[in-house]
């Protein structure tokens, strides 16, 4: 790895990690070691941010946390999903990848539900260092709401403006933004985002953070701002997450080319 190399962002969605219909932390242990594997093959800066799947919606939905301050509930909701976070990271080491754990509960401040503030030194530093950073979905402190529920597709906007990432890919358990035949959308942009927008399905299960659409969504205001494009594509096929990682270009692409 050299220290000039861009930064790679990658987004584990909960789909892939979990079963995201039971009702409480369900772990696909397999996929999550597979991904490991896929992801100890490359050698760039790369910060990993994985969703919460089982391990926080359903959580997050018993105790209504995006209606109401919970305190209790807030807690529990952390625990499991730092239990997900757990088995990333146990799974990340042993195969040979330096990965660490950011939660960012102890690191971010939300208002209404938005990051204002991130402490990015620490993730700066473990980069300089060949660590890989590993946040993910979480309950937050919110100077509105007291408590709040990050999504990790609000993270990774966020972190690729903060440290100027070069590539980012949002693994989900779809061949990315499907259209009205099935088909995967090629490229969403600000233009085409309206027509495409009537497509994308919510999604089946508990999903208290906005599923496809709200991925869509951050990563278009994302590109709006800068010009990172994003990809979503499917991270429970085999060797995805490597061809993503390796440089193809793979799934949806949210880009502001072309428009
Ligand atoms: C959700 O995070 C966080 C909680 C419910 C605590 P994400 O929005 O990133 O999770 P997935 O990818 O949809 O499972």
Redesign the pocket.
């Given at each position: 790895m050299k220290a000039e190399d861009g930064i790679t962002i990658l987004k584990i969605?909960?789909?892939v990690i979990t079963d995201?219909s039971a009702d409480d932390g369900a772990a696909k242990h397999d996929e999550i070691e597979r991904i490991a594997t896929e992801i100890s093959g490359f050698d760039g800066r790369l910060i990993i941010v994985h969703?919460?799947?089982s391990f926080?919606?359903p959580q997050?939905k018993r105790y209504a946390l995006t209606e109401k301050f919970d305190a209790k509930g807030a807690i529990i909701?952390h625990n499991s999903?730092k239990n997900l976070n757990r088995f990333v990271i146990n799974s990340l080491n042993k195969a040979g990848v330096n990965a660490v754990p950011v939660h960012p509960l102890g690191n971010t401040v939300c208002e209404n539900g938005r990051i204002v503030q991130m402490f990015i030194e620490g993730i700066r530093i473990m980069l300089e260092n060949g660590f890989v950073p590993v946040l993910h979905?979480?309950?937050v402190m919110d100077t509105v709401l007291g408590i709040s529920?990050?999504?990790?597709?609000q993270i990774v906007p966020y972190l690729a403006m903060q440290l100027g990432a070069e590539r980012i890919g949002i693994g989900s358990a779809k061949d990315g933004v499907l259209d009205n035949d099935g088909k995967t959308v090629e490229a969403i942009t600000s233009s085409n985002f309206r027509d495409i927008e009537k497509y994308i399905g919510a999604s089946e299960n508990t999903?208290?953070?906005g599923g496809m659409l709200g991925k869509v969504d951050e990563l278009l205001k994302l590109c709006e701002t800068s010009s990172i494009t994003s990809y979503i594509f499917n991270a429970a096929k085999n060797g995805n997450v490597s061809k993503f990682l390796n440089g193809d270009d793979i799934g949806t692409a949210i880009t502001n080319t072309g428009t």
């Open positions: 969605g909960g789909s995201k969703g919460a799947g926080g919606h997050a909701t999903v979905g979480d309950v529920i990050l999504s990790g597709d999903d208290v953070t």
